[in-house]
Each structure stands twice: as structure tokens, then as C-alpha cells.
């Protein structure tokens, strides 16, 4: 058949927000995935809770492209308010598929695209009864009608909807009715050629679908996070509704059936990372979840955490800013924020996972991190890596692995220091250079980080006072500017053992390299790896080959500097307008302005191949 | 302020039921202004600490940011502090009673650090029933800045300058109750009777226990015409009931002796006694005790004492059931599902 595209398309729904669109189109995309088919969806969705137009994106890739690209092959427009637009984006040779209970009016008269019309309101009107079920079920009809067009199994669907439903088995009939309405209406209407196809496949093996800011709730579950604090925000609060669901699960007594765990809803952002410093001043592992607007209010206490040295850890589901922006769209944008929060000489360490799997990880290894160097260690994802589900390795945990809780003296350990310098026998030679006397902020191993003791462990040893004001290495308060200087030294000596501790970047050195020196290099993170993966497949395919850096944590290490240093030219690729990485790379590496090349886009929407592709190739 | 504290004790010091002398739970140095109000507060701390044989690691200071906030190292110098930022020491004393329950949160403030840049956290430390002491160290003005007004100056109330505060103040104790503050009562830092047992009640309380004491600022606001100056307190403080402290009764009941004579058992079994001077107040009755409050404030009074007291409520763990180990001594055994569980939860997903 001419033309036919064999899981390689995009779907495009229309929808109106609130009328139970969601849960249907999540259905086909999970239908194929379990055709063994590389899937990837995108909700485009309003700041509203009814009403707007939302748009459910899901491209099909059997070479395994999980980025978001340009160009709808097939839309189901079921939303008057948008189908002019939505009409007008259908690629050439696509598909429309519209509600023909009304027919169309005469301008919607494309003659390079086919028009699909099924009567979705008339045939659920003649089936149920029930105003809200006539409005659900048209959205199952459609998906009945496209598994029908694209080829994929009945069964796979209707194992789904048992599964989904399990527990409220009465509502599996009319959804499988509804289903058939869809698939019948094909059969019976439809028998032109029908160029796009799903056809099984065996390409995910052992991946899962899921969803960054669940993956983030697990691996706070995993690290033994027992506290979370927050303030409701979009695009986060899925963490913290994730991580209720899972603690509820996994975080009972199972004798008295009490809370292993608190959540707690705060009054603002403040109170919400105040908690948490609280919480994990005191022992315990707490996080917090917020978005843009959030950052900004937690930018004092990110100070005190980075001054005082209180571990804390902070998952910024990041936005589109600045204030309020597009605040269910997606960016790359609080970047310099995050890194320099706070007034004052501060810093903080990021971390940029790419995908569920890595926001399991990272989530967990936030916390020990954040415990070994005291300070307070932020996740930055964005709302398209939280909110949508994502083709994902599996979770993996390795059961001998303890949680790192970083230099925390025990009662034991303090009754050593105290004793005489011989007399030591303690595991870190370190304690023997405390001199007989504990400091809160000596630095005994030279790695800049110093011992803290939590309150209740001694009965005479090891209290101090934790402040946001200058001490000296004894805790005391001070404002003898030696003191501040030697104590502000110091956190500058954390910070370089930081850079030892993040997870290093990922490096492809192009096997052109050797033969050109001016191999330009590429140098992305989080979400735009997607995309920039492609891209750069796509550049190979011209015969460009490109040396790639994706970054995983800030701040940089020596891999990253020698990358840097080593490439004459670098394409940079971040989702918001004024660069900020390239500014983050410029001011701690000192590399050359001019041959760091920005690719930025900053619609509120993933990042594409083709545009990538495009920069790049433009500007080589 | 005083620089020098003599290292020599007295052999004979009394000693407390654990065997500590009253030094041993002083803390270091003040460096506030000579006469501040708030090192008598922090003196009857020491007091009440001493003689309610608390063991100073069990007790976790926290504090905001002012000359109140500074007090936290003037007493207890062996119980870890946390001076934290203006106005947020509640969120980080409750996330800290999250992580332990089983310590005594003592929350020291001032007037500027709750009621004003720090409202919106003492309103939801109160809503939430977090089992601290909150102390407001008020003196109705800004020290630290050298002496604006402050949100709890009365109207009318001249400063140093001779200016009269135009703004009507925000009565804490009032508003606490009206919030459903489970343990209220207001102080004056030169009533050391009163404040030591209502120190030791409140840090007994199992809830949040409100403390507001009227501070005087001997530098900015003891002055003819404000109304928050030793001279003008003394003349005009009122007093609900006297109050003494009973630790640990043996007997939990509540008896009305003659002469208005009541014992409020509190959560570990020891009483507040108290002589009640107020007519018509009932210290469970909420409405009596705003009541109680606005009719002296109508009287040009300032009424001190315990003014509420809920010991039923229940706390914040209690509310969110958590379990009775304290959070932060749970083993990784009790909190990580381990990898056949992410298997479990990896299938799921498929």
C-alpha cells in the first residue's frame, strides 16, 4: 500500500478538558505499548479544571524515538472550540476523525487528508442512558474505532479495560460496549485503505511506562524518606500524591497499623522546606516537591540550608515561567535559580534525570548525597519528564545497598573524641583530629565536610546551635571576619568534594573524532535528551557525526570541564529563552563565549528532533 | 549586658533530682542590653528547667531571628538550638517534631517574628496543635533596628521618639484561642513567680503550648506613654489565677477545694494548681477566657496567668497516626519495600 507507515506516526486528541478524555487516551497509548511498540505521549493540557481544549499527543516509533516530533498524522478532533486549528495541523496524506453526528461545515474541505466521520454522540446516546456515561464513552468509541483502523489487538484492549477496573467490575460491560460501538462502526463503514498501522513487535523487552513525578515519590519511598512537606503546585504535586499512595502501601506498622511516615500540607512553600529542614536537622529524611513559583519562596531557606549546612531535599518539577507563565507547560528555565539560590555566596547541587527510571534513582540518591554533604540537594525535572508517562528502563534496587547518612557522630563516637588522643579507637581516623574536642564545623578529613550530631544523642556532648548567622568551627556565634572567611573557605572545599560525588556525564566521543579535531560537541540534559538523541541520528543519516555530552548533575566535574576544554565548538540545547546552562557553563568553566552555539526553545512544549536537528545543521 | 560570669559555684548548690546544679542548665553569655526583659524570661527558663529535672538533651531550643531569638544560647547550653530564619521558626520546630517525637521542642519568638513577617506560620503552628512551647517575647517593638513599632504596640502607645502608634494590635493570646490553641497564657518577664510554673506547665503540655510574656525594651520602649514599659505593666497587669506547679500527682483527678482552689492535670499526671482570682473565667471554657481577655483589654488591663487550656486535643501525631518510635530512629529495614517489591511494582507498569 502506498504510503503505509508501520508504527511510525503521531496521534493527536482534541479533547475538552474535564470530560474524562484523559483516562481513554491513556488507554491507547498503553495498548501500544503492550504490542511490544515504542510509544511516547504528551498531554497538552489547560490551567483549568473544565472547559478548555487539552490535546493528548502520542507518537508511535518503532525505532524507538521517544521525544516529541513535529507534524499529526492522524487527529481525533472532538472538540468544537479548537477543530478549526486542529484541522489545519494535519500533515498532508493524515487523517481527521470527527464527531459526524453534526456533519462538518462546508469549509473543513482539505483534499490532501481523509476525513473519518463517526457518529460518536448518536451511537452513545442510543446505547446509555446516563448523561455522564453518553459523555465518557464517547471518548472509548473513538479508541475502539482506532483499534479497529490501526490493527491493534481487541484483546490487548479488552485486557486493559479489566485490568483498569478491577475492583469496579460493573463498569467493564458498558466500557467494552462502548469500545465495540467504535470498533463496529468501522467494520461496517469503513473499507478504504487505511495507511497507518500498529503491528506487533517485541522492542521494549523488560521497560515500563511511567510517569517522572511517580518514579520521584518511589525513590523517596526507597531512600526512607518518613516526611514530606509541601504546598500544593502544578506540575509537582503528583509527587506528593504518589508518595501518599505508596507510603499508605508500603509504610504501615503492620502490628498497630500506625504511620511510618507524615505528610504534611503546608501553608506556603516556606513552611513546607522549613519542615523539611526541621526534619532532617533532627534525623529524619524529609523532602519537599514544588515548581517554579515555589523556588522563589524557598530561596531563604535554601540559604540558611547551605550556610547552616542542614541536609534537605528539594524535587523542582520545573515550569514554564517567569511569575506565573504557562504553569502546565513545560521548560528548562529555573536553572540559575535553582544553582544560586538565595542571596549571598551560595550554591547548591542539581540533579538532571531523562527518565523515570533516573528520577527513581536520582530521588534516592538525592538523599545521600544531601546527608553527606549537608546541604540541600535539588532534583530538577521538568513537567513533561513528571507529568507524562515515558517508555522506561525497569526499577532497579539492589537490596545490599545502605543508605549513605554522612557524617553524623554517634554517642559513642562523641565519648572517643573526648577521650585522650591515644586512646582512640574509633573506625575514622578523622575523630582524632578533633584534639579531645568536638566542632560542629572542623573540617578533621580535609573534604571540607565537617561532623554534625543530631539533637538527643548525648547526654554532655556534641549539642550546639544551628544558625543562619557566622560562627566559628566550634559552633559559636561570631562576626570576626577570619573566622567567616575560614568557615566560607571551607564550603568552598565541600563544594569541589561535590563535584567527586555527582554523577558524572554521559559522553559519546563520535568515531570521526580521531579524524577531525573540530568534531563539534552537543551538550544536553533532562528532557531534551530525547530529542537530541534523535537528532542526532538524524545528522548521521547526512553523514554529520557529533561528539554528545548529556549532563547529569550540577556542579560540573572533571569530565565535564574536559569536555568543554576539548571542543572548538558546542552546540548547547536547553528549553528556556536566555540560555541559562550556557550561562551556568560560562561561569564555572571560563570557556570561551563564542563557541558555546544555543539551541533553545521555549514554546511550553517538549523539545523536537527536527528542530534540533535543524539548529544544528544550520549553524555547523 | 554582663561579661563576666565568675567560674566559681558554690559547693553547696542545691542539686535537682538528677543530680545537676542550676549552672548546669544556664547557657552562654547574653550580650542583650542590660535590664532586657528577656534574660529574666530566659533566667526563669533555667529555673523551671532545673526544677522540673528535665535532662537538657532531651529539650531542642528553636528560635527565628531578632534579640527574642537571640535568647536560645542564654540557656540550656546542652541542648542542641536552631536559630533559624525571621518568622520561620514554626515550620522548622514542626518538622522537627515530625522527625522526633519524643524530644521537648521549646520555641522561642518575638513580637515582630510572629506577628508579623512570622503570622503565617505561628496561625498553622497553632491549627496544627504541634506539641512545642511557642514563647513571645513581647515588647512591642523592633530592638534590633533600634525600636520601630511593632505589630503587638498597643494604639496610642508613645515610642521613644514621643510618637504615637496609629495601628490597633494584634492580641496573640486571643487570637490563639480563637484558633484553637490547646494550652494560652500570658506573662511579664518581671513576674518570676508566675512565669517559672507556667514555663513548667507549658513544657508539659501536649500541644501547643502559647506563652506571650510582655518583655520590656529597656533601650527603646520603656518609656513614658507606651504602653508596653515596666512601670506601665506593673501597674496595670491583672491576673486570672495564681498559679503553682505540682509535678506529678499521683491521683488524676480534678478537685475544687474552698477558696476556689483548682488542679489541672496535665498529660504526664503532674497539676497546674491554680487560685483563681478572675470571676467568671473557666480555664476550659474558651469563650470565658476571650471573654476574660477583652474585658480587661476594655479596662485598660493587661490580664496575665493561664488563660486556656485543652489537655484533650489531640497532638499532631496523634492526627496523622503516626507510628510511636520516633520517625527518625526507624531502621532501613522498616522503611525500604526492598527489590521485590520495585519487581512487583515494575510489572504493573508493563
Redesign the interface.
Known sequence: MNGLKINDFVVRFANVNGTGSASANALFTKAV??MGVPVTPKNIFPSNIQGLPTWYEVRVSEKGYLGRRAGVDLMVSVNPQSIRKDYAEVKPGGYFIYDSTKPLAPEFNRSDIKHIGIPMTALCNAEFSDARQRQLFKNIVYIGALTTLFGIEMSVLERLVSEQFKGKEKLIEPNLKALNLGVNFIKENFNEPFTLRVERRDL?G?????SGNSACA?GA????A??A?WYPITPSTSVVDAFSKYAAR??I?PE?G???????Q???E???????????????R?FTATSGPGLSLMQ??LG?GYFAEVPTVLIDVQRTGPSTGMPTRTQQSDLLLAAYASHGDTKHPLLFPATPNECFDMTALAFDLTERLQTPVIVMTDLDLGMNDHVSE??????SR??DRGKVLSAAQLESIYKSNNDVSVESNGLRNFHGKYGRYLDVDGDGIPYR????????KG???????SRDEYA??TEDGEAYRRNMDRLARKWETAKKLVPPPEIHISSDADKDPNTPGVVFFGTSTYAAVEALDMLAEDGIFLDSMRVRAFPFGKEFCEFIERHKKLFIIEQNRDAQFRSLVLIETGAEPDKLISVLNYDGTPITADFIYEQIKSRL | MTYIRPGFRHPALPKNALGYTIDYYEG?LSTLCAGCGHDSINAAIVQACWELNI????V???SGIGCSSKS??YFL?????????HG?M???????????R??IYFGVSGDGDTASIGM??F??AIR?NVRMVYLVMNNGCYGLTKGQDSATADAGSKNKAGQENLFEAIDLAGLAIELGATFVAQSFSGDKQQLVPMIKAAMLHNGFALLNVISPCVTFNNNPGSTKSYDYVREHMETTALLDFVPLMREITTTYESGNIEDLVLHDGSAIRLRKLAKDWDPFDRFSSVKALQKARENGEILTGLLYINEKAPDL?SL?????KP????T?A??????E???K??AS??
Not at chain 1, 258 to 264: D, G, Q, S
Open positions: 505499548f503492550r521494549l523488560d521497560k515500563i511506562l511511567f518511589l519511598i526507597y531512600a526512607g518518613t516526611i512537606a508500603y509504610r506498622d498497630t500506625k504511620n511510618r511516615y507524615a505528610i504534611v503546608a501553608e506556603d516556606l513552611a513546607a522546606i522549613g519542615m523539611v529542614m526541621g526534619a532532617m536537622w533532627n534525623g529524619a524529609a531563604e531557606f540558611l525497569p526499577l532497579k534496587w539492589d537490596d545502605s543508605f550530631t543530631i539533637a538527643g544523642t548525648h547526654v554532655t549539642a550546639f546551635t544551628t544558625r543562619g548567622s559559636i556565634y | 552562654s535532662e537538657p538533651h532531651k531542642a531550643k528553636l536560645p544560647a547550653s546542652n541542648s542542641h538550638g536552631f536559630n533559624s530564619v520561620r514554626p515550620s522548622v520546630a514542626t518538622g522537627a517534631n515530625l522527625a522526633n519524643e524530644l503565617g506560620q496561625v498553622h496544627r501525631h496523622l497516626n503516626t507510628v510511636d520517625l527518625n530512629s526507624l532501613e522498616e522503611l525500604c519495600p526492598g527489590r517489591v520495585i519487581e511494582i515494575n507498569l508493563r
